[in-house]
């Protein structure tokens, strides 16, 4: 079982940074691929970005590539998504979610998911 509890979601003016945190419990979270989604109102919920389960690959939407970056750390369980250059489009509730070993932009390939986090750019 994996628990996933993501914060640091903020109002922030456009231009601005800001740093996610997804912090996990489970002691095999080393083998799951993370993926961070979004979800702004009346809209479905996005594929972000992701991180393989041993660091070695990550995959970003077109839309964030290039000012989103995300990393972890296995010691202390901690996966980041690191956003830059935001824009009002970015706001919305970000979400991490991990599977088993490989990431996935499909949001149903998940398995575990935290509670989400607000995140509202304002221009």
């Known amino acids: 079982q994996v628990q996933l509890v993501e914060s640091g979601g903020e109002d922030v003016q456009a231009g601005g940074s800001l740093r996610l945190s997804c912090a996990a419990s489970g002691r095999i979270f080393s083998t799951y691929a993370v993926g961070w989604f979004r979800q702004a109102p009346g809209k479905e919920r996005e594929f972000v970005g992701g991180?393989?389960?041993?660091?070695?690959?990550?995959n970003y939407a077109e839309s964030v590539k290039g000012r989103f970056t995300i990393s972890r750390v296995h010691v202390n369980n901690m996966v980041y998504l690191q956003m830059n250059s935001l824009r009002p489009e970015d706001t919305a509730v970000y979400y991490c979610?991990?599977?088993?070993?490989?990431?996935?932009?499909?949001?149903?390939?998940?398995?575990?998911w935290g509670q989400g986090t607000q995140v509202t750019v304002s221009s």
């Open positions: 991180i393989s389960w041993s660091n070695s690959s990550t």
């Open positions: 979610a991990a599977r088993h070993i490989a990431i996935s932009p499909i949001s149903g390939d998940y398995n575990y």
